[in-house]
């Protein structure tokens, strides 16, 4: 079972789109997929549940309560993506951060966002796991609007970061529907969806490594 986790210490930054669209890619390609929110607002859990009854439906569960979701994971589950709780330190994260592959950190371009993710990207290099390489972390670049200054700004003051920038995926109102219909950008293939697919590839290729 491959773990992805999805996490920052600002809230708004888009993580809950990040989670719900890997689990619905994973799910779409076959795989039986499992969606822990940790998160109190329950936004990927009401997701999922939109997304019941579907061909590729994934399974939501509750993980505001530490440990206990594990005895309702499914053993045959090939994919188990996290939506963390906002506003949590790797401290706070530790009993995730024991057994995730990959830590996927959106990050937007404000001031506020950049300063809130230094910080936490400080108490995820303390982590054992961080250091030894065997727990992998990437940046997203999220909610950009390439033909302004901020956003190419972000972009190039990422790049320079210790972390790779694994996507760069662009300010879209298609987000915000999608997600309150339990769907996702990859369940459609109409030539305007596939252009935003396109801002995906290098992430999925990331966590395919």
């Known amino acids: 079972?491959?773990?992805?986790?999805?996490?920052?210490?600002?809230?708004?930054?888009?993580?809950?789109?990040?989670?719900?669209?890997?689990?619905?890619?994973?799910?779409?390609?076959?795989?039986?997929?499992?969606?822990?929110?940790?998160?109190?607002?329950r936004s990927s859990t009401r997701w999922a549940e939109r997304r019941a009854g579907t061909e590729s439906a994934v399974l939501p569960l509750d993980g505001t309560r530490r440990k206990a979701w594990r005895k309702h994971l499914p053993d045959d589950t090939q994919r188990l993506v996290i939506d963390a709780p906002a506003g949590a330190m790797g401290g706070d994260l530790e009993h995730l951060l024991e057994f995730t592959e990959h830590v996927v950190v959106p990050v937007q371009a404000s001031t506020l966002d950049i300063e809130a993710t230094v910080p936490f990207l400080d108490s995820l290099a303390r982590h054992p796991r961080v250091r030894k390489g065997e727990l992998r972390v990437g940046l997203v670049g999220n909610k950009l609007r390439p033909w302004t200054n901020a956003s190419q700004q972000l972009v190039e003051l990422l790049k320079q970061w210790p972390y790779p920038l694994v996507a760069q995926l662009r300010d879209s109102q298609a987000y915000v529907l999608l997600t309150g219909l339990g769907r996702s950008l990859f369940d459609y293939h109409s030539a305007k969806v596939r252009e935003h697919q396109q801002d995906w590839q290098p992430l999925l290729r990331w966590l395919r490594r």
Do not use: C
Not at 13 to 29: F, N, Q, S, Y
């Open 1 to 41: 079972m491959k773990t992805v986790l999805v996490a920052s210490s600002k809230g708004g930054v888009g993580k809950t789109t990040i989670a719900t669209h890997l689990a619905a890619h994973a799910a779409l390609d076959g795989l039986n997929t499992a969606l822990l929110d940790a998160d109190p607002q």
